[in-house]
């Protein structure tokens, strides 16, 4: 049973390019969260898509966009790319079903911007 | 809204001598609380979870944590250090719909 696979591992932009980033959820898992992990930070997030649709939002600007497709896999894009950018991003996922368990995360996709 | 705070963001112990890492929480509906570790160049896994069931938590590689409502605290626990636990921490709390807020990571250090 796969857990959460996200692509590329690694990735390297230069400012103001545009960039996409996947997600697979573990199987049986509905609902996809993305988190945004600077350096010596913890995870900060980003949003969460459930039956496709954006249902709750952090702090980010609009640069940050995502989608998700019917097969539950995810994908966030990140337009005007800014020197800060540079983090690693999480993907998470989780069944809407059962509240009240713990999302399962990826390893991650690094994104560094030069 | 919720929000933890870690005391501490680096801790240092002796392999063999209890681990105690602090986790205070807020929130204004009854919590679920998180403990993830972070090894480096992965991403999270789950330590253990409090979901309003029993207030003293077991989890895996022999950690625990208590839920103590009175001081709005869910400090991390192991009674003897291994090397391998030399990790990053992560204490987060979840409301409605699942979303996660983490705090600022406890790097834990066991020296030899």
Redesign the interface.
């Known amino acids: 049973d796969a857990g959460?696979t996200q692509s590329p591992t690694h990735l390297i932009k230069t400012r103001g390019q545009q960039v996409t980033l996947r997600c697979s959820p573990k199987s049986g898992h509905d609902?996809v969260?993305w988190?945004q992990q600077a350096l010596?930070?913890?995870?900060?997030?980003i949003f969460?898509y459930?039956e496709e649709e954006e249902?709750?939002r952090?702090n980010f600007p609009d640069r940050f966009s995502g989608h998700q497709f019917p097969n539950y896999s995810s994908e966030l894009n990140v337009n005007a790319l800014l020197l800060g950018d540079s983090a690693l991003y999480?993907c998470?996922s989780?069944s809407?079903n059962f509240?009240?368990q713990?999302?399962?995360?990826?390893?991650?996709t690094?994104l560094s911007i030069l | 809204a919720q929000s933890v705070t870690q005391l501490g963001s680096h801790v240092s112990v002796s392999e063999g001598a209890l681990v105690l890492l602090r986790c205070n929480y807020s929130s204004s509906v009854p919590p679920y609380l998180f403990w993830y570790v972070q090894y480096p160049n992965q991403g999270l896994q789950l330590l253990l979870k409090y979901t309003s069931a029993a207030t003293l938590v077991k989890g895996i590689n022999g950690f625990e944590a208590e839920f103590k409502k009175s001081e709005t605290s869910f400090h991390l626990t192991k009674p003897s250090a291994h090397m391998s636990d030399a990790a990053e921490y992560f204490c987060a709390v979840s409301g409605g719909y699942q979303k996660v807020t983490f705090g600022t990571g406890t790097k834990l250090q066991v020296i030899p």
Not at chain 1, 40 to 45: C, D, H, M
Not at chain 1, 102 to 108: A, C, L, R
């Open positions: 959460v609902t969260s988190y010596g930070q913890g995870p900060q997030f969460q459930y249902r709750q952090g999480l998470a989780s809407n509240s009240n713990p999302q399962h995360f990826g390893d991650g690094r």
